[in-house]
C-alpha cells in the first residue's frame, strides 16, 4: 500500500511528534494508518510514529522499517511497542520509507531528507 501526503483541512490542528520542528514534520496516510515522521534530536536523524486505527500498539513492537536510498543500501530499524522508530546518521538524500505491519507493506514514496 502506499501512503500519500496528508494536507490537513484548514484550522485542523494535530500534535507533533516528539523532538521535531513542526515546519518540517510530515504525515502520510494510507486507509486506516498513519505514518508521521520529521529530524530527531541530532544532525542526520530521523524519527516516526506509525499509528493504526482499531489496532493494539503492541502489534507493532518489533516490526521492521527500512529507509531505501536510491544510491546506496537500505537502512533498518524496528518500531518500538509503541510504534515509534528512528534512524541515526541518515545522510541527505530521497529514500523511500517501508513500514511492514502485520498485514501489509506501507511504502512512502520520494521521501526527501535535508
Keep these: 500500500m502506499v501512503a500519500t501526503l496528508f494536507r490537513p483541512a484548514p484550522g485542523l490542528a494535530y ?6 520542528s ?3 514534520t510530515r504525515v502520510f496516510q494510507v486507509d486506516d ?3 508521521t515522521v520529521g529530524p530527531g534530536q541530532g544532525p ?11 489496532t493494539e500498539l503492541q502489534a507493532l ?12 543500501a537500505a537502512l533498518s530499524s524496528s518500531m518500538d511497542d509503541l510504534g515509534n522508530f528512528e534512524f541515526d ?11 511492514e ?3 501489509a507493506l506501507i511504502v512512502v ?3 526527501h531528507l535535508d
Excluded: C, F, K, Q
Excluded at 546518521?89 to 513500514?99: D, H, K, R, S
Design 101 to 103: 505491519l502485520p498485514d
Design 109 to 111: 514514496e520520494e521521501l
Design 33 to 35: 494508518v498513519t505514518v
Design 61 to 72: 513492537d518489533g516490526r521492521t522499517v527500512r529507509l531505501i536510498p536510491t544510491d546506496r
Design 22 to 24: 513542526e515546519a518540517t
Design 44 to 54: 542526520g536523524s530521523l524519527v516516526g510514529l506509525v499509528l493504526i486505527a482499531g
Design 89 to 99: 546518521g541518515v545522510p541527505a538524500g530521497v529514500y523511500a520509507l517501508e513500514i
Design 15 to 20: 500534535g507533533g511528534l516528539r523532538g521535531t
